[in-house]
Nanobody
Framework: QVQLVESGGGLVQTGGSLRLSCATS????????VAWFRQAPGELRELVAS???????NYANFVEGRFTISRDNAENTVYLQMNSLKPEDTAVYYC????????????WGQGTQVTVSS
């Protein structure tokens, strides 16, 4: 079973930066893709970015080149570098793992709060 723990959230001003970390443990070798999702109050959870084991990435349109997802397989950690943050980026950010053979993200972290002040 895969466990994920996020860290790095916090309060930042508009235009600032944060780097989120997602540490994975357990059956790490079974992980194909890791993704970051976010959920703002009253909104649906949405995909932010994802990265595969071979470091193929994809991003939501709203990222607009501001965020970068990366992966350190040796450290079993996935990062989300967020630059040029906007108030609308305020949300709880979750990382999730897609294991080989699965079609859904079944393992989730507890989330980390990101708040961008205007």
């Amino acid at each position: 079973q895969v466990q994920l723990v996020e860290s790095g959230g916090g309060l930042v001003q508009t235009g600032g930066s944060l780097r989120l970390s997602c540490a994975t443990s357990g059956s790490g070798s079974s992980i194909d893709r890791v993704a970051w999702f976010r959920q703002a109050p009253g909104e649906l959870r949405e995909l932010v970015a994802s990265i595969s084991r071979d470091r193929t990435t994809n991003y939501a349109n709203f990222v607009e080149g501001r965020f970068t997802i990366s992966r350190d397989n040796a450290e079993n950690t996935v990062y989300l570098q967020m630059n040029s943050l906007k108030p609308e980026d305020t949300a709880v950010y979750y990382c999730a793992a897609l294991e080989y053979g699965d079609s859904q993200y079944l393992s989730w972290g507890q989330g980390t709060q990101v708040t961008v002040s205007s």
